[in-house]
C-alpha cells in the first residue's frame, strides 16, 4: 500500500481540498477513490506552462 493511503487519507475530513500536480505517480485511482470516499475533494493542478509561472514569465525574454 502507498505511503499516501496510510499518510494522507486519514487525515481527510469531508470538504477537504486535496491539490496534486500531474505526476503519474499521483494519479492512481485506488487513491482517488479513498480520497473521495472520505468525502474530500480531489484537484489536479494544470499542467506546467510557463504562462502561469510568475518568475519565468518575469525573466522570459520575449
Keep these: 500500500m502507498l505511503s ?3 499518510h494522507l487519507v486519514p487525515q481527510l ?3 477537504a481540498v486535496v491539490l496534486m500536480d500531474n505526476c503519474s505517480i499521483h494519479k492512481s485511482p485506488e487513491l482517488e477513490a479513498l480520497i473521495i470516499a472520505a468525502g474530500a475533494r480531489l484537484i489536479y493542478l494544470p499542467p506546467y506552462s510557463r504562462f502561469f509561472n510568475h518568475c519565468c514569465y518575469c525573466t522570459s525574454e520575449d
Design 4 to 6: 499516501s493511503h496510510s
Design 13 to 15: 475530513w469531508p470538504g
